[in-house]
């Protein structure tokens, strides 16, 4: 069983800088593909941001240039960089672990991110 904890939301105003860290248990990190995800009110969780096994990034057109996400297997924490945040990023955001091949799939419990003046 894997766990994730997810950290690092909060209230910031618009234009302002946030980074989110989800720490995950067990030794299937280095091998996972990581990926970010947010649910806004009233609307369906969206990929933001995943990393695969190898680095590779891919980003929703909503944040691109905005957000970085990137992983160190050392500590098995990925993070997600969010910079120039606008309110419509307001949501929850959830750090998510899988491994298809394996039929692996992990949510955490989320974080709040408010983007408001």
């Known amino acids: 069983q894997v766990q994730l904890v997810e950290s690092g939301g909060g209230l910031v105003q618009p234009g302002g800088s946030l980074r989110l860290s989800c720490a995950a248990s067990g030794s299937i990190f280095s091998i996972s593909t990581m990926g970010w995800y947010r649910q806004g009110a009233g609307k369906e969780r969206e990929l933001v941001a995943g990393i695969g096994s190898g680095g590779s990034t891919n980003y929703a057109d909503s944040v691109q240039g905005r957000f970085t996400i990137s992983r160190d297997n050392a500590k098995s924490t990925v993070y997600l960089q969010m910079n120039s945040l606008k309110p419509e990023d307001t949501a929850v955001y959830y750090c998510?672990?899988?491994?298809?091949?394996?039929?692996?799939?992990?949510w955490g419990q989320g974080t709040q991110v408010t983007v408001s003046s």
């Open positions: 998510n672990l899988r491994i298809i091949t394996r039929g692996l799939d992990y």
